[in-house]
């Protein structure tokens, strides 16, 4: 894989702000209350595509990792998606410091199957792209508790490199790379065993970066809106929906929103399985591309 310099330079930038985001949480995390309780299971959500601690679909304001304030955390993950047409193999690992700051890599490789094959460019052939995420938790607490109700807010970034730069250009993409911005909040309230978050992100990417970034219909950072909810059927054990809204860029097909229905198990802190049901509309081809999310993420 190689990176041309304006690729080098974003990448420099997204390591600098990588570690001014360790600053500032050890910094914050020294201000913060000690001692407190181990975080309880799933509260620290599941590995999303894109490698950040939250549902399957979308980030979440939690640090992912079960770290507390004077602690560091980490998942890693395995995520395979098989839909009609398509599948997709994702896998990566991220770091949680001091629930503060949230530093993640992913690595997708998206198989066009019979498709790529009936485009001419083979049966097999296959888009990858590496992702490199920051998020920083800003304010609030994701847990109700008697003393706020605010939530959890993060905000974060994720920086995305595409291997298939010609391909894409044919297409429409006016770019391999870019840089998602995102704001989450989330809340957790016990009593009632429900989670609640939202997502606001502003992005070019078209596929979440896997057909490119920009296009012949529009080339401007849009916003979109992704919402998550689960209800806990009990401490190890999720239940819950997804919703993800995409912009649509490229001539050459529209771009569906995606969903998602969800359980999600975790056994112990250190393995949680997730399986879903997932509706990503039409890619490239008119037919639905519906099918079955499976996740493994193992951490501490």
């Known amino acids: 894989m190689t990176f041309d310099r304006g690729s080098r330079r974003l990448a420099r930038s ?33 590995s999303e595509l894109e490698g950040a601690a939250g549902g399957g679909l979308t980030p979440w304001a939690v640090i992912g990792g079960y770290g507390t ?11 395979r998606v098989n839909v009609g047409d398509y599948h997709l193999d994702d896998g990566g690992v991220l770091i949680g410091i001091h629930d503060r700051v ?5 690595r997708q490789r998206f198989d066009t199957e019979d498709v790529g094959a009936a485009l001419g460019l083979g049966r097999g052939f296959a888009f990858s792209q590496d992702v490199f995420g920051v998020k920083v938790r800003v304010a609030g607490e994701a847990v109700l508790d008697a003393d706020s109700a605010m939530p959890q807010i ?28 995102y704001v989450s909040a989330t809340k957790l309230c016990l009593a009632h065993s429900l989670l609640l978050n939202g997502t606001l992100r502003l992005t070019k990417a078209n596929q979440i970066g896997i057909l490119g970034f920009g296009g012949d219909r529009h080339d401007n950072y849009q916003p979109q809106l ?5 209800y806990l059927l009990s401490r190890k054990v999720a239940i819950g929906a997804e919703y993800r809204m995409k912009p649509d860029n490229l001539g050459i097909a529209h771009e569906d929103d995606w969903y998602d ?7 112990a802190k250190h393995v949680s ?4 049901y997932a509706d990503l509309g039409s890619i490239v081809v008119p037919d639905r591309q519906r099918g079955l999310y499976a996740s493994l993420q193992v951490g501490f």
């Open 14 to 46: 997204v390591l600098f702000i990588a570690l001014s985001a360790v600053g500032f949480g050890a910094h914050a995390a020294e201000s913060d209350n000690a001692g407190s309780s181990d975080k309880l299971l799933l509260t620290g959500g599941v």
């Open 273 to 276: 399985l997730t399986l879903a």
């Open 69 to 79: 304030r004077d602690q560091i955390g980490g998942n890693a993950f395995y995520t």
């Open 154 to 181: 993060s905000v974060g970034l994720q920086y995305k490199k595409n291997d298939q730069s010609d391909i894409l250009a044919l297409i429409g993409a006016k770019s391999d790379h870019g840089t998602d911005f």
């Open 102 to 106: 949230e530093l993640s890599y992913a």
């Open 226 to 230: 992704e919402l998550s909810g689960a």
């Open 261 to 267: 229905l969800f359980i999600a198990y975790a056994p």
